[in-house]
């Protein structure tokens, strides 16, 4: 079993910025690609972007292209996803996941991951 705990949450103001930590507790996390959704109040769970097992591949949802960056440090045991020029449509509770994957390559569909941490709030505004 994979753990995950997730950090950095909190409050911004639009246009402000910050980053999102998701640290696991083997050190195989290598092994893993990684994905962040977020799902807001009256909203459907959304896909934000995700990494595969090194930095050379990622993706990012439509909404968040251009703003959010996603980068890993496996000798730390831990992805982070750092957020830019924040919007107030990006408040939701935001959610890492994790599964074992042999390529570097990912998806953000939530039935693909196995393994997902606790939930981090993130609330935009003035």
């Known amino acids: 079993q994979l753990q995950l705990v997730e950090s950095g949450g909190g409050l911004a103001q639009p246009g402000g910025s910050l980053r999102l930590s998701c640290s696991a507790s083997k050190v195989t996390y290598g092994h893993y690609v990684v994905g962040w959704f977020r799902q807001a109040p009256g909203k459907e769970r959304e896909g934000v972007s995700c990494?595969?097992?090194?930095?050379?591949?990622?993706d990012y949802g439509d909404s968040v292209k251009g703003r959010f960056t996603i980068y890993r440090d496996n000798a730390k045991n831990t992805v982070y996803l750092q957020m830019d020029s924040l919007k107030a449509e990006d408040t939701a509770d935001y959610y890492c996941?994790?599964?074992?994957?042999?390529?570097?390559?990912?998806?953000?569909?939530?039935?693909?991951?196995?393994?997902w941490g606790q939930g981090a709030r993130v609330t935009v505004s003035s």
């Open positions: 990494i595969g097992r090194s930095n050379e591949y990622t």
């Open positions: 996941a994790a599964r074992r994957h042999p390529w570097d390559m990912c998806v953000m569909q939530d039935y693909e991951y196995d393994y």
